[in-house]
């Protein structure tokens, strides 16, 4: 017959008891009532902050960018078909950031740093927020070195510089692009980094 003692059943539920934790985790929901355009009406997200980083039920996520009374416009990242009315969002409490390292260089990612190259993940360590302040003008290192874009009629008349913005204008298919990647290739070997940045184009166009 097993003999049961009381100090020892005493001790093991004072050690459960210590080991209890007892942290309250205190989750922001909401949910979805409208979605479309790219857009979605979130209600019950009262605490929510400008920019934050939103989490629907099916794993996408979404910005928290327009803050009113009774509901929160939330922009997706992701397929707006898979989300539904009435399904359930949450506040992650981290503002809108992505990851950042050299390793992203020569790659192709989406707007959320996903790699779509096939070359598989791309490890960071750091994050940067995508709303950072500028660095003031003092900070601010002055243009003094040329940037050659390899095309004599730029490079000759407008000399473009290192650090300077520039825009490009035309009509349709006046070969914007082209004179962008241009640019871009003719800084090959001049320790020069360039992002090329796909807004609104076809995804038949975009190389993955």
């Known amino acids: ?124 360590s750091e994050s940067r927020l995508i709303e950072s302040p500028a660095p003031g003008i003092i900070s601010r290192r002055s243009v003094y070195e040329p940037l050659q874009t390899g095309l004599i009629a730029i490079d000759a008349m407008i000399p473009i510089g290192r650090g300077q913005r520039e825009l490009i204008i035309g009509d349709r298919q006046t070969g914007k692009t082209a004179v962008a990647t241009d640019t871009i290739l003719n800084q090959q070997g001049q320790n020069v980094i360039c992002v090329y940045v796909a807004i609104g184009q076809k995804a038949s166009s975009v190389a993955r």
């Open 1 to 124: 017959m097993v003999t049961i003692r009381a100090d020892e059943i005493s001790n093991i539920i004072r050690e459960r008891i210590e080991q209890y934790n007892r942290e309250v985790k205190i989750v922001n929901t909401g949910t979805v009532l409208q979605v479309g355009d790219g857009i979605a009406r979130i209600h019950g997200l009262d605490e929510v902050m400008a920019g934050e980083l939103v989490e629907f039920e099916e794993g996408t996520v979404g910005i928290a960018l327009n803050l009113e009374s009774n509901n929160v416009g939330v922009v997706l990242m992701g397929d707006g078909l898979l989300k539904q009315e009435g399904s359930s969002v949450k506040a992650t409490g981290r503002i809108a950031q992505i990851p950042v390292s050299e390793a992203y260089l020569g790659r192709v990612i989406n707007a959320l740093a996903k790699p779509i190259d096939g070359r598989g993940e791309i490890s960071s």
